[in-house]
C-alpha cells in the first residue's frame, strides 16, 4: 500500500493526541463557562447551540490556545524552505481537520 501521508513516520502521534486531549480540555471548559449566555440570549446564536459551540471552539482556540495564522511568518519567507507547500499544507488541514472533529466529538460526549 502506498504512502497516504508523506513523511507521516516523523509524526510523533502520541505527542500529538496528548496535546490534543489538553485542548479538549479547554474547550469543554469554556463551553461550560459560557453557556449561560447561550440559554440567556439564545437569538444570538440564531437558537442553534451548534452554532454556540462552533463560535466558542474557534474563539477557545484563538484567545485562549493562542492559535492562529502566523501572517509575519508567511510573509518572513522562512516558510519557503519547506520541501513542498503543497505537502505541508496538506499535511497542516489534514491535522487541522483531526483536531477539529476530536474536539467536537469531545463536546459532544
Not at 513516520?9 to 493526541?17: A, G
Not at 437558537?47 to 492562529?68: H, N, P, Q, Y
Request: aromatic share 8%.
Amino acid at each position: 500500500m502506498p504512502d497516504l501521508l508523506p513523511n507521516s513516520e516523523n509524526i510523533r502521534l502520541n505527542d500529538h493526541l496528548q496535546t490534543l486531549d489538553r485542548w479538549a480540555e479547554v474547550v469543554k471548559k469554556a463551553e461550560e463557562k459560557y453557556l449561560p449566555t447561550f440559554y440567556r440570549n439564545p437569538a444570538k446564536y440564531e437558537k442553534s447551540l451548534s452554532k454556540f459551540k462552533a463560535i466558542t471552539l474557534v474563539l477557545t482556540f484563538k484567545e485562549d490556545l493562542k492559535c492562529g495564522y502566523n501572517m509575519e511568518l508567511v510573509r518572513s519567507g522562512a516558510m519557503q524552505d519547506w520541501k513542498s507547500n503543497n505537502e505541508n499544507a496538506t499535511v497542516t488541514l489534514l491535522k487541522c481537520i483531526g483536531q477539529t472533529a476530536r474536539m467536537l466529538n469531545r463536546l459532544t460526549k
